[in-house]
T-cell receptor, first 114, second 109 residues
Framework: NAGVTQTPKFQVLKTGQSMTLQCAQDMNHEYMSWYRQDPGMGLRLIHY???????DQGEVPNGYNVSRSTTEDFPLRLLSAAPSQTSVYFC?????????????FGSGTQLSVL | AQRVTQPEKLLSVFKGAPVELKCNYS??????LFWYVQYSRQRLQLLLR??SRESIKGFTADLNKGETSFHLKKPFAQEEDSAMYYCALGGFRGNMLTFGGGTRLMVKP
């Protein structure tokens, strides 16, 4: 049981480049989400999904796209990377509504945009 | 809009001293409060939640709706408690969480 798996662990991009951060979970969780972690600002929700085919915006969605074609995968796409998107990105999942407050986090992706 | 405030970015105490990490929230609905912890080189993980009224690793937290606070307490800090602690608020749209800015706890020997 791998839990929540994120790839890559580290990435350096140039301004304007695009890339996709991968997130997969093998716990059959309905809820998945992406957060970014910045010093002094805690974790801020980017996008989330309550099930396959359903996504919604979080607190800081601009510059990011997501899709949820399967229960297992929830990729985060940066369309045109900007230095302001330098951050640590965490994917998280949670089970059904009764216990969805307990988030299971991935190990994070450290992204630098030059 | 919901908001979580952790006023201390860094809290440094000696081993054996009491610890209190402060958390205040603003939310017009019925709040669900949590504490998450991130130890060095480890994933963020749930420490405790107010609905469980539990004590985990000696830590407790009481939800005070009058003061809109959910402070995390431990009577005797241990070196292994050194970590980043995040207070989080749930109970609304998408059942996702709003996190505070985090407090780094350093327990000195």
């Amino acid at each position: 049981n791998a839990g929540v798996t994120q790839t890559p662990k580290f990435q350096v991009l140039k301004t304007g480049q695009s890339m996709t951060l991968q997130c997969a979970q093998d716990m059959n969780h309905e809820y998945m989400s992406w957060y970014r972690q910045d010093p002094g600002m805690g974790l801020r929700l980017i996008h989330y999904s309550v099930g396959a085919g359903i996504t919604d915006q979080g607190e800081v969605p601009n510059g990011y796209n997501v899709s949820r074609s399967t229960t297992e995968d929830f990729p985060l796409r940066l369309l045109s990377a900007a230095p302001s998107q330098t951050s640590v990105y965490f994917c998280a999942s949670s089970p059904d509504r009764a216990t969805n407050e307990k988030l299971f986090f991935g190990s994070g992706t450290q992204l630098s945009v030059l | 809009a919901q908001r979580v405030t952790q006023p201390e970015k860094l809290l440094s105490v000696f081993k054996g001293a009491p610890v209190e990490l402060k958390c205040n929230y603003s939310y017009s609905g019925s709040p669900e409060l949590f504490w998450y912890v991130q130890y060095s080189r480890q994933r963020l993980q749930l420490l405790l939640r107010h609905i469980s009224r539990e004590s985990i690793k000696g830590f407790t937290a009481d939800l005070n709706k009058g003061e809109t606070s959910f402070h995390l307490k431990k009577p005797f800090a241990q070196e292994e408690d050194s970590a980043m602690y995040y207070c989080a608020l749930g109970g609304f749209r998408g059942n996702m969480l709003t996190f505070g800015g985090g407090t780094r706890l350093m327990v000195k020997p």
